[in-house]
Each structure stands twice: as C-alpha cells, then as structure tokens.
C-alpha cells in the first residue's frame, strides 16, 4: 500500500504543492487527514508544530511519526524510506549536540540527520540521553568520565548516528570489563553497625554482583562510594573512610559474600549492567587503511638497438632512444629538438647519424666500425703466446718476469693501449646534447610549477620556441584558473 502523508497546513503553498509532486511521484500519497499509520510533515520551531504533537502523538499509534517537511527530499537523495529510529516509548530520544563539534555546518548536517531519523537534537545537555562530542578533544573523555556512572546517559561520537541508520538501529556503546587493581591496607575509626554493613553490600551488589569477575577488594570501589558524599541518599557514606569500608569487607568477605548473593538473587541485575563497577566505555575501532600494492611494469624491455655513435656518447642524457623518446621520466618526444639543432650539426660537420640510432633491422657491417684500442690488442695476439703450463712442463714465456721488468718504476712505465684516451669527438657535438638536454628539462619544470601536462608545455613550446614566453603563458594560465574556481569553492 502506499505510505501516506499530512502536511502541516500553515506551510506556504509552493512548498506545500513540491510536496505533493515529490510524494505523488514516489508512489506515495498525501492525506487531508491525520492518518492512523503514516508521515506528519512538519515544520519544526513552530506553534502549528507544537499544537499537532499534543493532538496526535499518541501510544496507541507507534506507526505515526512526526518529520520535517525535509524528510521527503532526504528519502528522495537516499533513495529509501529512512527509518525513524531514533524513537524510544513512542517518543523522539533527545539529544544534545556538544560545543567540542565547532563546525557549523557539521552541526547542521548532524541535526538533520537526527531529525530525518525520528530524534530530537535540541535537548540540553542535563536532558539529553545522548550527548554527542568530538572523540578527538579531551572534553570527549572528561564527559565519559564524568556520566559513567549514569544509567540513563550516554557520550556517543558525532560518527555513531551515522552508523546507527546504516545498521538501521540504535545500538549504544558497550561497555568492557577493566580491572580495577591493586590493594591498600585499611584501618577502622567508628565501629560498624548492622545497617552499614547492609549500605555496604547493596553498594558492592550494584557495582560488583557478581565476586568472579574480581575487584571487591580494590581501592577504586570503595573510592568511588565515598565519592558520593553529596547524594543525600548516600549520607551514611561520611561514617568511615573509604579504606575502613574496604577493610571492613576484606576482614568478613566470606560472610558479607553469602548477604550480597541474596540481594543478586532478588534483584538479577545482568552482568556489564552500565553503572556497574569494572565496565568501561569500549574504545572507538581505528579505521585501518589498506596500502595499495604497487604494479611492476609489465611492458616487454625494448629490442635492442644498435648505435653508429661512438662509445663514450652511450649514457649521456638527453640521447635519443629508437621511438624518438629522450630517456628519463617524462620521455617527451624531441623530434623538434633535433630540428633545431640540425643547423649547429651541419655547422660542426655531424649528422643525425652520429646521434640518432639504427634500428636492428638494418644489417650493420661491423668490420666498419673501429674497434676500441683492447679489442685491437686482442686481435693482435697470438694464441701460442699464452699457453698454460701442463705437468712439470718449462713455465710459459709469459709467466717469466724480466729483472728489467722488476726494476721498473712504475713512473716510467709505458702506458698501455686500454688507457689511451678515446677519439674526440667533433666540435659541437656535446654543446648540442647539452642543450637539448636543458630544454627538455626546462619544459618539464614548468610542467611541474604551474601543474600541466609535459606533452601541453612541449606542443606549446615546439610553435613558439621560447622558453621565457612559455613559461609566462602557462603562469598566467594558472592563475586565472585559480582566481576562477577557488573563488566558486
């Protein structure tokens, strides 16, 4: 059947005709009647609001919730019915938002999330069954320490209404047992009477009914009943100190046990009772964040290359790979760089073939290129010359070391053909790879300072050619697109 609702007939009548669309076209229908099983739509604050709940909040309609009038597009966001939880005894649970959440727009979104869900965020904090605080400020614990001891109050984190309509019921925080510890020799100064000691057992049978659970003969029970001096119920309290009422349990355990059973017994309070001694507040569950395992690169190494330049230019930076790709960590294209190199090239003599690679699949005559001075030397030799020395045949030549050869300074040795210096190069050469290099870094730091793309800067870069003028463009783009959308935020 479809779910009914009543608007509060003071409403203006465009909120009121939004109403109906919203309603009607979720499948709901609106009421000129206050009906039995449904929605009031109310605005809160307001003296209509006040009159139709003396009217209609009944105990004999659980079914009949009063909303704002805001209810139906939260339902509508939600994409759901939102169950009004928040309800105990046909009755909204009032709660009290707490100064220690100073965001004001936190607080608004919190109280209209408690409202949707049937309770009342407007109690004071005396009133309040609920009093929500920043778990995250000292206030938070001062207040749990202080109403711990309150039945009927409860210190919740702004986070627990939200998870109270995810589960779709109000489940408060437990409480957990902790031991209350060590002991201290007491003392008695008045004598005990028969109506102490019975003060003194319906105490321990509150905070400790049950003896296995421990902490009968710790300070803290006995610390915290003399705590209550100023609870004119307990003005019997102030006869003995806390360590003659200790003492006086640790002396006559054995029978004051046997009268505290008796007062369980009748009364059967369940064990972690909120009020009894040794049960604390459960601590919050710390969210637990998963690091995201990093993928190894699973592209296929490139074939290899070989290269008509000379060894010592292997390695330099800014080299120019066989995709057209500068090695590094933008690998930017710089077939626009080596254009406008190509006039100092031509000037110094080299061409793109001293620089750019060959790819595998164009055979190479390696007789064509020059040998490095060690693989000269060891063509050069002969096998014969370095023959091993089999059983107790003469030592090889090359084995024998000349008296010269021991007398020999190390100064005046001859160099040798692997330390001759390598071929230099042609004029220009490494001022071009440099430059090229310079570039390239150039348009990766404006891409990194003003936070656009590498290949944005490049394309920018490779139309005008100056480095000033685009780092000015881009500076300026920047800030117009910061003055633009910070502003909107």
């Not at 440099?434 to 490049?458: C, K, L, P, Y």
Request: charge should be neutral.
């Amino acid at each position: 059947m479809a779910i009914k609702f009543f608007i509060q007939k003071d409403l203006p009548q465009e909120v009121q005709a939004d109403l109906c669309e919203i309603v009607t076209s979720l499948g709901g229908r609106v009421e000129s009647k206050v009906p039995r099983q449904g929605y009031i739509l109310v605005q809160p604050g307001t003296n209509e609001e006040e009159r139709l709940r003396l009217c209609w909040t009944s105990a004999d309609r659980p079914d009949r919730h009063f909303v704002p009038y805001t209810y139906v597009d939260a339902c509508k966001i939600a994409g759901m019915l939102l169950k009004q939880i928040f309800v105990e005894n046909g009755m909204p649970i009032r709660m009290h938002i707490h100064p220690s959440i100073a965001n004001v727009n936190a607080r608004s979104a919190l109280s209209s999330r408690i409202m949707h869900s049937g309770g009342d965020p407007h109690a004071s904090a005396q009133s309040a069954r609920v009093i929500l605080a920043d778990p995250n400020t000292d206030v938070f614990h001062h207040l749990v320490k202080i109403y711990q001891s309150d039945p009927d109050k409860y210190i919740e984190s702004y986070l627990w209404v939200k998870k109270c309509i995810e589960k779709g019921t109000v489940v408060y925080t437990p409480l957990v047992y902790k031991n209350p510890g060590g002991r201290r020799p007491g003392e008695e100064r008045t004598q005990f009477t028969d109506e102490d000691e019975e003060h003194l057992c319906n105490w321990i049978a509150a905070k400790i009914p049950y003896k296995e659970t421990g902490g009968r003969t710790g300070n803290r029970l006995y610390q915290q009943l003399c705590e209550q001096t100023n609870d004119p119920e307990f003005a019997w309290v102030t006869r003995h100190t806390w360590q003659s009422w200790r003492e006086r349990y640790k002396k006559n355990s054995s029978r004051l046990d046997t009268t505290i059973a008796g007062i369980v017994e009748r009364k059967r309070p369940a064990q972690g009772e909120k009020g009894q001694y040794g049960y604390v507040r459960q601590a919050e569950e710390k969210v637990k964040r998963t690091r995201k395992k990093r993928t190894k690169n699973t592209e296929q190494p490139p074939r290899h290359v070989e290269y008509t330049a000379v060894d010592s230019l292997v390695g330099l930076p800014g080299l120019a790979m066989p995709n057209g790709e500068v090695p590094g960590p933008s690998g930017m294209h710089i077939h626009q760089s080596f254009q406008e190199q190509s006039s100092n090239m031509e000037t110094t003599g080299i061409g793109y073939s001293v620089i750019l690679p060959i790819p595998a699949s164009t055979p190479l005559d390696r007789s064509s290129v020059r040998k490095s001075p060690a693989e000269e030397e060891m063509d050069d030799m002969d096998d014969s010359e370095w023959a091993v020395r089999v059983g107790d045949a003469p030592l090889p030549t090359w084995g024998k070391r000349k008296a010269s050869e021991e007398m020999e300074s190390p100064f005046n040795k001859r160099a040798r053909p692997n330390d001759e210096a390598p071929a230099s190069l042609p004029p220009g050469t490494l001022d071009a790879i440099v430059n090229m290099h310079v570039i390239d870094q150039s348009i990766r730091d404006i891409a990194r300072d003003f936070r656009f793309t590498v290949e944005e800067v490049q394309e920018y870069y490779d139309k005008c050619g100056e480095m000033g003028r685009t780092r000015l463009l881009f500076q300026r783009m920047r800030e117009e697109l910061v003055a633009k959308f910070c502003e909107d935020m």
